[in-house]
């Protein structure tokens, strides 16, 4: 009985509203405009993303200067040899009644020679540059007791000298260096079945060498001077990239926290230092932000760099740039009548939409509408309607939905309730939220392909950045005061190649 009384009721009202609305069209006296109050508008300002990345920053150093540096320290001639050997040749014996008699005596010689070494070479092996130094020994024997007038020999090894370079917590440089070699070939001379041979002296001839690699080695680091460029790179990343030129201006600041070092390696002519620039990206949709205020280079932090690029893209759609989105797709929409229950087929049109943030993360929406029941023979009805809503997305998805849908408007006319009941309607906020989505979709792709093409490799005063976008990220829509955000997550790489302009 109680859900059969409910039942009734809602029948009656519906006929008395269609009663009334069909009344109106014989009684000039109905109210033909309906006022209503406009919601609040929100003030708050959509965030400026930030987050913390990291950009390789490698430093070179000209290794051709330590290569020189090298030649010049490392004599051609690296020693000579001259000593007499007592046993060149040693006695010939017979078997004389069952013992080995000497028939002549030890024949001395004169050994003379020298070791010289072939044109450095520099590469990389690991954290060590590796000095490849070819050497070659000639040697001869003179004076063989009339035996012999002359025999020459000749042998070769490659020697390496590993040189280390340390880079401390501040910035200073140091090397170390060793040697290592080994003959292809060891120089020696054949007499009578004897083999001599002259590479137990090298060890002692090497150590001077050695000496000098690693005298030469501390200066020419030391003439780098990487702190002086890490210094130049630190001051120069406080500063404000662009993204995407316009439509809208998209700028990244950036600013630096920590440089990590991951040691270095040979790069042809070059010592390609692996330094990584920890810094928070902030993005900005707006003109060219100020740089942040440079901070003094901080200590160097031992730790390999893992270069990764993760910067927050909003896409801010501005609502007086909504306001015609959704005028079009109601004007379309016009072309047939809204199906309203218990009133049946209206047909609206639209006029001036007005559009903003409303407190709470809501979007207000305000209409202009003329609406009349189908074979209704009066004037349209006429006023403004409000629908504030909650605007909704699925994660990674652009497509636009509204919640907690509100519609407001003169109540106490039976024209405002037409008004409202068509506002009200099945498919009526759908085909707002539709217009958003379309919207939104088209511009993100057009930001997404913008910045790639923006990013992939340009110059910035003293810097070549190189960008890489592996991918796109959507983050969840929110309606603010200034307008409808929708968070972007840019994921990538990125490398700064440090090279002042000369």
């Known amino acids: 009985m109680l859900w059969g009384n409910i039942y009734r009721g809602q029948v009656m009202r519906a006929i008395m509203l269609s009663v009334a609305i069909l009344s109106c069209t014989a009684l000039a006296a109905c109210d033909r405009k309906t006022d209503v109050e406009a919601p609040p508008r929100a003030t708050d300002k959509a965030p400026s993303p930030t987050q913390t990345s990291l950009i390789a920053v490698p430093i070179n150093a000209d290794a051709a200067a330590l290569s020189r540096a090298l030649e010049r320290a490392v004599p051609r001639?690296?020693?000579?040899?001259?000593?007499?050997?007592?046993?060149?040749?040693?006695?010939?014996?017979?078997?004389?009644?069952?013992?080995?008699?000497?028939?002549?005596?030890?024949?001395?010689?004169?050994?003379?020679?020298?070791?010289?070494?072939?044109?450095?070479?520099?590469?990389?092996?690991?954290?060590?540059?590796?000095?490849?130094?070819?050497?070659?020994?000639?040697?001869?024997?003179?004076?063989?007791?009339?035996?012999?007038?002359?025999?020459?020999?000749?042998?070769?090894?490659?020697?390496?000298?590993?040189?280390?370079?340390?880079?401390?917590?501040?910035?200073?440089?140091?090397?170390?260096?060793?040697?290592?070699?080994?003959?292809?070939?060891?120089?020696?001379?054949?007499?009578?079945?004897?083999?001599?041979?002259?590479?137990?002296?090298?060890?002692?001839?090497?150590?001077?060498?050695?000496?000098?690699?690693?005298?030469?080695?501390?200066?020419?680091?030391?003439?780098?001077?990487?702190?002086?460029?890490?210094?130049?790179?630190?001051?120069?990343?406080?500063?404000?990239?662009?993204?995407?030129?316009?439509?809208?201006?998209?700028?990244?600041?950036?600013?630096?926290?920590?440089?990590?070092?991951?040691?270095?390696?040979?790069?042809?002519?070059?010592?390609?230092?692996?330094?990584?620039?920890?810094?928070?990206?902030?993005?900005?949709?707006?003109?060219?932000?100020a740089d942040p205020a440079p901070t003094p280079l901080p200590k160097l932090v031992r730790e390999t760099p893992k270069p990764h690029l993760d910067v927050r893209v909003p896409v801010i759609a501005d609502y007086a740039q909504l306001e015609p989105v959704i005028h079009s797709a109601l004007v379309k929409r016009s072309a047939r009548p809204f199906d309203i229950p218990a009133i049946g087929p209206v047909m609206a049109t639209f006029g001036k939409v007005t559009a903003y943030g409303a407190p709470q993360g809501r979007i207000a929406v305000g209409l202009d509408i003329e609406a009349l029941a189908q074979g209704a023979k009066r004037e349209p009805t006429r006023g403004r309607v409000w629908i504030t809503a909650v605007p909704v997305n699925a994660p990674g998805s652009a497509e636009v939905r509204f919640t907690g849908v509100s519609v407001s408007g003169d109540t106490d006319g039976m024209k405002g309730d037409l008004l409202l009941a068509l506002a009200q309607s099945e498919g009526f906020a759908p085909l707002i939220a539709d217009a958003l989505t379309q919207n939104f979709t088209r511009d993100l792709t057009e930001l997404q392909g913008k910045i790639r093409r923006a990013v992939d490799q340009r110059r910035e005063g003293d810097f070549v950045i190189r960008t890489r976008v592996d991918r796109f990220e959507t983050g969840e829509i929110r309606a603010y005061g200034n307008g409808l955000y929708l968070p972007v997550r840019m994921i990538g790489g990125a490398s700064v190649d440090y090279r002042p302009v000369r």
């Open 77 to 289: 001639m690296l020693w000579t040899i001259d000593r007499r050997e007592r046993r060149c040749v040693p006695p010939q014996k017979v078997k004389l009644f069952g013992k080995q008699v000497n028939v002549t005596p030890p024949i001395p010689c004169t050994i003379v020679g020298q070791v010289t070494r072939g044109p450095l070479r520099l590469r990389g092996e690991g954290e060590e540059i590796v000095v490849d130094v070819p050497i070659n020994a000639t040697i001869s024997a003179r004076d063989v007791g009339g035996v012999l007038k002359g025999e020459t020999a000749t042998g070769s090894a490659l020697a390496h000298a590993r040189v280390k370079i340390e880079l401390t917590p501040d910035w200073r440089t140091r090397g170390s260096a060793r040697i290592t070699y080994g003959w292809t070939k060891a120089p020696g001379i054949d007499f009578l079945g004897q083999r001599i041979t002259f590479t137990d002296e090298a060890d002692a001839k090497l150590k001077p060498v050695v000496r000098d690699v690693e005298r030469e080695v501390n200066r020419e680091i030391a003439k780098l001077d990487i702190r002086k460029q890490a210094a130049d790179v630190w001051r120069q990343s406080f500063t404000a990239l662009e993204l995407n030129r316009e439509n809208p201006p998209v700028w990244m600041r950036v600013t630096p926290q920590r440089i990590l070092y991951g040691g270095y390696r040979i790069d042809g002519q070059h010592i390609r230092l692996n330094l990584g620039l920890e810094a928070v990206t902030e993005t900005f949709v707006s003109g060219r932000p």
